[in-house]
């Protein structure tokens, strides 16, 4: 029902910053929590924030509290990621995710899209 598109990945040194865009087509896009997941090569997927339907409610793994920004702009279908400080051990394939279910329950995501690289040099 919703296809995502993710953007904004690229090279970075320690302590800096990248902008990620997950643009979403469909006019349902307001029905979904969108989520932010990475993988590091040769690690798990792992869940990185979530924002609600209404972009009231945002959620963040530990490691990335006070770093990351999750925010969404349902008139443009869109969810941004901003990252801050970024370290070395952020490198990792970053996914949007988009579930028809509360944004916490990470096995709902059933829409992905195809992922932006983000490469943090130390």
């Known amino acids: 029902q919703v296809q995502l598109v993710e953007s904004g990945g690229g090279l970075v040194q320690a302590g800096g910053s990248l902008r990620l865009s997950c643009a979403a087509s469909?006019?349902?896009?307001?029905?979904?929590?969108v989520g932010w997941f990475r993988q590091a090569p040769g690690k798990e997927r792992e869940f990185v924030t979530a924002i609600n339907r209404s972009g009231g409610s945002t959620y963040y793994a530990d490691f990335v509290k006070g770093r990351f920004t999750i925010s969404r702009d349902n008139a443009k279908n869109t969810v941004t990621l901003q990252m801050n400080s970024l370290k070395p051990e952020d490198t990792a394939v970053y996914y949007c995710?988009?579930?028809?279910?509360?944004?916490?329950?990470?096995?709902?995501?059933?829409?992905w899209g195809q992922g932006t690289q983000v490469t943090v040099s130390s």
């Open positions: 995710a988009a579930s028809i279910a509360a944004p916490t329950v990470v096995a709902r995501y059933g829409y």
């Open positions: 469909g006019r349902t896009f307001s029905s979904y929590a």
